[in-house]
């Protein structure tokens, strides 16, 4: 336990003897070689340690964390999102089979700031992607449970890290929901990819504002059967729209492609372009440069977090807040008097 | 001087002695009648009262804009943006005029959040629409000095504020400069315009990423001479591209139309459009409701603002967040562990 006991975050013994209790005499320790070592037991036992809520567990985490830090980032992390009925759960076992069966480790985690049970929907997701989940090079972890957008934010990227520090060289980031986790997602990974089906007019009308100027590529999914023709003719529409629109990352041109997950077409297609997004980026030093920018943000959006949840937790502030909010849109009170008085 | 002095934020008998003595013997309370009657040289003073950061003056502005509140809101707010070269500057002088003509009271303000220098950028634009500002329903305002992102939006708020209440029916808010004026002209304002040139295409290429999708009007400008059949294609052009974005009010199609501003030709239908997005805002009452939303978000980020710098100005914690940081991308850091650090 010298590695731990040595670090400046580690525990006292006395709580580290408490951890190993609890989790039947696994250590952080073990834990750690556990899940260098690729065990998928071990993963999820430290994905749940870094999701729970108890503050010993939160430290012992940490501590986890801390340690597998140097082996983390060796991997090509994608976000996934889709309009309604695009075939996520679809796509994502035919283009995570490919890449498992090519020998690659691949994870998939789920965002869902607005998940309201423990669980999480992907839950239902590892079901359906049965295959999958059953391969040995994949690892299928649902969303974590409901909490603050960033508390659910936290636990994935720390998630994500631990699943790379587990050797798993690619990293699938599914958005589930509604409200901001196309955002959430689009903060931590490298490459974001929009599943869309045929008929763009008609679908980018329900499309969330400005998702097409998030992504690095479009999927044109169900590109099969009688739907060919026309998703073919949805790609060049895609094509032409991407033209007009702002590039999602620095000196990359984000372009479609058409996917059939069903007769598993074009998922190499998509595999290359990310392939060659990477080399792309790494050239330009984008890759590593928005890595670092996602984790100073990341920082940057947890103090603020911090701040307001400290303030907002002080007596008598949400209340305070409501009444002055009251004023301002009856009009008895300016902006800047309901902030000096909320301060003074 | 009742009313002041009754008023819950009222100064004490000395402070207002001494503010009428620096204003030249014009008290809160004249300010406010001389405004109300719409005196240019008083609102003016008013602005420069609200701008100003010395606590006295805070103080004596804040109770001018308390007194002035109940008579504002009553004006059209129009955001106007461009790329660069779409001749802003031009159109605001036309568009003004027009309106100024016929009967409107026209008021012209900048937001510039990235200004340097005390005056703004706008100085330079009312020397160019040297005809609306002699007209007597005019009044063109500079841009805050520099600041803040947030002192330049509160400043230019109770601008707008103090010159509905001057009986300025239209106010148009220029963007000025780079950075986030768009974002923060687009929360304060009721119509957004977008200002473009010929060549969609192009044009689109070099635009900020999501500005399409904060419009509700698109203004190609310059359709005229040789250009004007050039323009109208790319009215054209643009239609078919707000076809497939999301609108940027619920219930409104965002539409292009030609404009000269030379030969004075599509000026009214632009206005015209802008009557036609109040009167279907008003019934489905968005109207009112964007401007709540929009007071209530103005509140919230000044309440994040005050959180946020009264934190970095605690000593130390600028340079401890520098330090963290460095920790954070060396790898040898936790976020979590950062922030914690941070606030233990």
């Given at each position: ?81 889709g309009v309604p009925g695009a ?109 869309v089906l045929?008929g763009a007019g008609d679908e980018l009308q329900g499309m969330k504002k400005?998702i ?133």
């Amino acid at each position: 336990m010298a590695g731990i006991a040595s670090s400046h975050d580690g525990m006292s013994a006395a709580r580290r003897k408490r951890f190993v209790k609890k989790e039947r005499f696994v250590s952080v320790e073990e834990l750690t070689e556990k899940i260098l070592r690729g065990s998928r037991l071990h993963l999820a036992k430290g994905i749940t340690l870094l999701e729970s809520i108890t503050s010993q567990d939160k430290e012992a985490g940490q501590q986890l964390l801390l340690n597998v830090l140097p082996k983390t980032g060796n991997s090509i992390r994608i976000g996934i999102t889709g309009v309604p009925g695009a075939g996520k759960s679809t796509f994502i076992e035919a283009f995570g089979l490919m890449l498992a069966n090519a020998g690659h480790k691949v994870a998939v985690l789920a965002i869902d700031p607005s998940s309201t049970v423990t669980g999480g929907s992907i839950l239902g997701d590892k079901t359906r992607m049965e295959e999958l989940a059953r391969h040995p090079n994949a690892f299928i972890r649902p969303s974590p449970s409901a909490g603050t957008l960033g508390g659910v934010h936290k636990k994935s990227r720390e998630t994500m890290l631990l699943c790379e520090a587990a050797g798993y060289d690619v990293i699938l980031i599914e958005t589930v929901g509604v409200g901001q986790s196309e955002t959430v997602v689009r903060g931590m990974v490298d490459y974001f990819m929009l599943l869309v089906l045929t008929g763009a007019g008609d679908e980018l009308q329900g499309m969330k504002k400005g998702i097409m100027e998030l992504a690095d590529g479009i999927v044109v999914h169900k590109a099969d059967g009688d739907n060919l023709r026309l998703a073919k003719k949805t790609v060049k529409e895609y094509r032409q729209l991407l033209h007009f629109l702002q590039p999602a990352s620095p000196g990359w041109t984000s372009t479609a492609l058409p996917v059939s997950s069903l007769q598993q077409t074009g998922l190499d297609e998509v595999w290359k372009t990310i392939l060659t997004f990477k080399e792309t980026m790494e050239r330009t030093g984008h890759w590593e440069g928005r890595r670092q920018s996602q984790t100073k943000d990341w920082f940057r959006s947890m103090i603020n977090d911090r701040l307001i949840d400290a303030f907002f937790a002080e007596p008598g502030k949400k209340e305070a807040v409501a009444e002055l909010e009251k004023g301002l849109l009856e009009g008895t009170l300016t902006v800047t008097h309901a902030v000096d008085r909320l301060f003074n």
